[in-house]
């Protein structure tokens, strides 16, 4: 159960869900928004959890990013009405700036030892990454 001011887990868990299938389909939050007939802020508020998705809208949104509505709730649980994590990791991945690629990058890879040698790069780097706070990309940016 939400506090007063602060959105639903459960609101919040949808609309994270419809960040990352809109990510994975290549479509900005403005394309998803005129298809919706809506501002693109209207869709960041969905995003965000600020706003509660109609199970219309829900519906229409999921005919657009072609998936079923149980997608959005998939890896919720019932029992606590909160998101368990399960999709966390893929999740954190499709939306991060560069990580879709990254992915799509690693998947197209055929030979084990190149894929081996790639995570100890991806290892190496996140190890020894010494960015500054003002290089930092905020979580919610996007990169073309």
């Known amino acids: 159960m939400a506090r007063d001011g602060e959105p639903n887990p459960i609101d919040v868990h949808v609309g994270r869900r419809v960040r990352v299938r809109r990510h994975a389909v290549g479509l900005s939050q403005q394309a998803l928004a005129t298809q919706l007939g809506l501002t693109f802020q ?50 954190r991945l499709l939306v991060e700036p560069g990580g879709r690629a990254l992915a799509q990058s690693f998947l197209a890879i055929r030979s084990r030892s190149m894929k081996r040698r790639f995570l100890e790069l991806a290892e190496s780097v996140a190890a020894h990454d010494q960015i500054g706070a003002e290089d930092a990309l905020p979580d919610a940016q996007e990169v073309p």
């Open 42 to 91: 209207q869709v960041q508020k969905y995003e965000r959890g600020a706003n509660r998705i109609s199970a219309s809208k829900l519906f229409e949104i999921s005919q657009i990013l072609t998936i079923p509505v149980a997608y959005f709730f998939d890896g919720l649980d019932a029992e606590a009405n909160v998101d368990d994590g399960r999709n966390d990791l893929a999740e």
